[in-house]
């Protein structure tokens, strides 16, 4: 079956400090890549997306890109502010029309201090 | 902007008892979704639903029904309420089975005592 696995939390770093968040997946085919944030008391929203191999998801000075021969979906920005801290999801949908049910990593909770 | 609203953001039932959580999308989404979030354990699919008055098992279903009597709303029901069941439940939408992107309601945190 499908799977995601990301990097357990917590991350604890300091304002302007460089973030990488490391997802792998398990998937046949060509699944769609994504990554969703929860800030603190609200449900999760879309981050970022890559559909296809070699695609780059960028929003808000985050990026991941989507690497077939390594099967992963890194999540990196530059220079982290107090307002990312949140927990990240990195999630995949599977390959094939009409297959729109996500798979879910257990999340990793980032805290961004002054 | 696609606004899913849940009925509750906190509630807290007994042990035994059947407990409503009531999910809204304005937006005529065709898909709609059941999760729970536990720490460590991530989102898990409970139920979801394709069409008014149809519904799929996720994952996670034991315990659980769901009602979808119009295309705006989801009901997540607990028949019988037990303390496994504490969590945060979040419900989203999607517009159709072409499209990924799925949009969260707030959620509800249960606490069953």
């Known amino acids: 079956g499908n799977s995601v696995t990301q990097m357990e939390g917590p991350v604890t770093l300091s304002e302007e400090a460089f973030l990488t968040i490391n997802c792998t997946y398990t998937?046949?085919?060509?699944?769609?890549l994504f990554w969703y944030v929860q800030y603190p008391g609200e449900g999760l929203q879309l981050l970022l997306k890559?559909?296809?191999a070699d695609d780059k998801g960028s929003n808000k000075g985050f990026e991941a890109t989507y690497r077939k021969e390594t099967t992963s979906f890194h999540l990196e920005k530059g220079s982290v502010q107090v307002s990312d801290s949140a927990v990240y999801f990195c999630?995949?949908?599977?390959w094939g029309a009409g297959s729109y049910q996500l798979t879910f990593g257990k999340g990793t909770k980032l805290s961004v201090i002054p | 902007d696609v606004k899913v609203t849940q009925s509750s953001r906190y509630l807290v039932k007994r042990t035994g008892e059947k407990v409503f959580l009531e999910c809204v999308q304005d937006?005529?989404?065709?898909?709609m979704f059941w999760y729970r979030q536990d720490p460590g354990l991530g989102l898990r699919l409970i139920y979801f639903?394709?069409?008014?008055?149809?519904?799929e098992k996720g994952d996670i279903p034991e315990g659980y029904s769901v009602s979808r009597e119009k295309k705006e709303r989801f009901s997540l029901i607990l028949e019988s309420a037990s303390t496994n069941q504490t969590s945060m439940y979040l419900c989203?939408?999607?517009?159709?089975?072409?499209?990924?992107?799925?949009?969260f309601g707030p959620g509800t945190r249960l606490t069953v005592t």
């Open positions: 639903s394709y069409d008014v008055k149809m519904k």
């Open positions: 999630a995949l949908a599977p």
């Open positions: 890559a559909t296809k």
């Open positions: 937006m005529d989404h065709e898909n």
């Open positions: 998937a046949t085919g060509y699944p769609s």
């Open positions: 989203a939408s999607i517009r159709d089975s072409s499209s990924y992107e799925q949009y």
